[in-house]
Every structure is written in structure tokens, then in C-alpha cells.
């Protein structure tokens, strides 16, 4: 099997004297953590660790009644001055000018109060930023949140996309490309896997005199490492 895959490397044009060895760890394709940036007690929490959830869905909540409670205040300022103002545009070429701004200002103001009162709204709602799965909670209800103080309330990654932080030595720098194939095998697995370097770091860690790259898979869990060669064409 290995004769075959090496021979398959070589009809499509790379060298097995290129082959560069590399170790990697197992990250999530994206992690998040994730903060209220509002002030408030929380009212509910909606997930738990495990959870996984949707880009839009909803994390957790604010108690948020007296936010509400002023933009259903504002939206009716704004019913009315709406109102006002269409009657006094029909009749505004012989009405005094200076009137007219009046309503229009105040037509204007209520619907600028009322998108300053919906943003209010939504800083109590917390949505997932993109699809994965809670892997921290750290919040309950009754727990009280300050928008000064930065707390993280969850921690997200993506449920099942991953890719391997691949690191190979400085010596390779101009050898190793994006799209250079990389064969691998995650430690406690002797299954061998095959991907793509899709990402090349543009520096040399100066403690390890390492480079670093990217190979994007899926279904690995997070935290584990492996080793693995890189064919560079």
C-alpha cells in the first residue's frame, strides 16, 4: 500500500526526495469566546456544554424588561411623529419652513431613538457567532454581567471542521508550498491520512526554529497530535 501511494506521488510529480518530516496538533477550524458587552443580570441561559448550535441562535438572555419596556416607548413616539410629519409634507409649500424642519427633526430623532434602543436590545441577547458546539459555560442565571468588566460566558468551536497545526523545520522555508501534500497519522491511530498544506505562517518561531502551516480536515478530536510527511513538488 505504501509502494502504491508513493508511486502515485511520483506520477503526479513529486519527489520522495523532498519528503519533509513534521509533528501537528489538532485544532478547531474556528473557537470563539464569547462575552456579553451589556450590563445586567442574565435571565436565561438557553445551551450547556455540548450544545450545538447554529450561526444566529440564541446563547443566553439579559433580563431585558426595562429595555423593552422604553423601545415600545420610542416606537410609539416615532408612530406618532411619523404621522405628523406625513400630514404637514402635504401641505408643507404653504406652511412656514421653519415649522416644517420642526416635524421633520422630530420625525427624524424618533426613529434615530428607536435604532439606538434596538441596539440597546439586542447587546442583552447573546447569539452564537457561527455554527459549533459549547465546549465552556461559564455563566448561570442570576448571575449579574458588567459591560466594563469583560467576562466570557461561553467558549465555541466549529463542530466539525478541524486543521492540523503542522510545524516543520526553518531549513524548509523555501521548499514547503501551499498545496503540497501531507500525509499523517494521529497518535493512537495507525490509520494514515492524506490532506493539502492550505496555509503557510509567514515567520520562523524563534524558540522552536520552527514554521508553521495548516491542513484542513474534519472529525478529529481537539487536542490530539500526530507526526507526518510533507511531499513538496
Known sequence: MKKLFLSLLLSIGYLSANSI?????VVADK??????SSSGIIDTVFVDIGSV??????????DNRDTKALLNV??????????????????????????????ANKYESAKAQVAYQKTLLDK????????????????????????????????????????????????????????DVFTYTVDGDETKYTGNISKIYPFVDTKTR???????????????FGEGTIYSK
Open 21 to 25: 518530516y513534521a509533528t501537528f496538533d
Open 31 to 36: 473557537k470563539a469566546s464569547i462575552a456579553f
Open 53 to 62: 448550535v447554529q450561526k444566529g441562535d440564541t446563547l443566553a438572555m439579559l
Open 74 to 103: 420610542y416606537q410609539t413616539t416615532l408612530k406618532y411623529a411619523k404621522k405628523d410629519f406625513q400630514r404637514q409634507e402635504k401641505i408643507r409649500n404653504i406652511i412656514d419652513q421653519a415649522k416644517f424642519d420642526g416635524y
Open 124 to 179: 442583552t441577547i447573546l447569539k452564537a457567532p457561527f455554527e459549533g458546539v459549547i465546549i465552556s459555560k461559564e455563566i448561570e442565571s442570576g448571575d449579574v454581567v458588567s459591560g466594563q468588566v469583560v467576562k466570557t460566558a461561553f467558549k465555541i468551536q466549529s463542530t466539525n471542521k478541524r486543521k492540523l497545526l503542522v510545524h516543520f523545520d526553518q531549513k524548509y522555508h523555501g521548499i514547503v508550498k501551499v498545496g
Open 210 to 224: 520552527k514554521i508553521e502551516a495548516e491542513v484542513l480536515t474534519k472529525d478529529i478530536l481537539v487536542g490530539l
